[in-house]
């Protein structure tokens, strides 16, 4: 399992700069987690390349909306999920199946529409 704490990686981020090396950090899916995007958040219960299930919740607004969602990764994999009449201050939820490994640096997107305008876009690059 997966266990940095933000002072490790701040440990980390020092070391490099006391030997002059850089460091590109960004969010990856290497274990299990959620990253979000105004609002919309995408979430992944898989680690490493392998991606079986994916999440994606859209936030609504105070007043009933049409709200949908589409995932897919740089590789050519997509998914549009169901298409749901929500109540107002009620949070979309739905999944996507990929079901299969991805190249190590495949970005994973999810863009999320409330009333057919994008809401949010959270994107995460697939590691080992």
């Known amino acids: 399992m997966l266990d940095i704490t933000r002072k490790t990686v701040a440990g980390i981020a020092t070391l490099a700069a006391a030997l002059g090396c850089v460091i590109v950090t960004g969010p990856s899916a290497a274990a299990d987690g959620e990253w979000c995007n105004h609002s919309v958040c995408i979430r992944t219960y898989d680690s490493g390349t392998y991606l079986g299930?994916?999440?994606v919740s859209v936030t609504n607004t105070n007043?009933?909306?049409r709200i949908s969602a589409r995932v897919w990764t740089t590789n050519g994999w997509s998914a549009n999920t169901k298409v749901e009449d929500v109540d107002k201050f009620r949070t979309y939820r739905d999944q996507a199946y990929p079901q299969r490994h991805?190249?190590?640096g495949t970005?994973?997107?999810a863009e999320g529409f409330r009333g057919g305008a994008s809401?949010?876009?959270?994107?995460?690059?697939i590691t080992d």
């Open 53 to 55: 299930r994916v999440e």
């Open 63 to 65: 007043q009933p909306n």
């Open 102 to 104: 991805f190249p190590a």
């Open 107 to 109: 970005r994973l997107c």
């Open 119 to 125: 809401v949010g876009l959270p994107c995460v690059t």
